[in-house]
């Protein structure tokens, strides 16, 4: 009929927007899962070798002055937390890192930020390094007491508590997870700018 538009707008594409299109959209989140789990487990394989290192051929020697002082090598079996905080709740400790490595998993596939793919991948293997002695350690299952053998400045942890390569990823983990927080930057991609927050306020 004259006058009437046959035309049909054009379909958006249901799994994608823009000129990366849905195949591209679908690949990038494949991408982060291969990075944080490979973070995880470089820092898994790191914090398991040293463990097994220092435990075989330091533990019950005097502490070994590294780095012209800056580390010792102390091996220390700690019960707590990391830093040996919490001291006595292992069990506690140890139904808590399943807890955190549970939620990592779960969120993983909704990732679509790379500084949240390796901030998560960095806790999740450290979570995983301390969870591996919780449970398999002595003295038992839930109870294991996590090797530490790092003491900074000074043997004996008298500077700054005696921690191990786990600890330090979760640290460092978690300190990237904070600061994309901080410049705006959520796990899903969503970019919070100051405008929008001031536009958000005033509506």
Known sequence: MAGVSTEQPPAEHPTGTGSEGGGGVRRRPRKLLVLLFGVASVALLLD??????????????????????????????????????????TWLLALLALVVVGVIIWLAPKLRSTGWAIGLGLVLGGACGNLVDRLFRAPGPLQGHVVDFLSVFGPNGQYWPVFNIADSAIVCGGVLVVLMSLLGRDYDGTVHTRKNKTSENES
């Open 48 to 89: 398991t070798v040293t463990k097994v290192a220092v435990v075989a051929t330091l533990e019950g020697g005097p502490p070994v002055r590294a780095l012209g002082g800056l580390i010792y090598l102390d091996v220390l079996r700690n019960p707590g937390a990391a830093f040996s905080l919490a001291t006595g709740l």
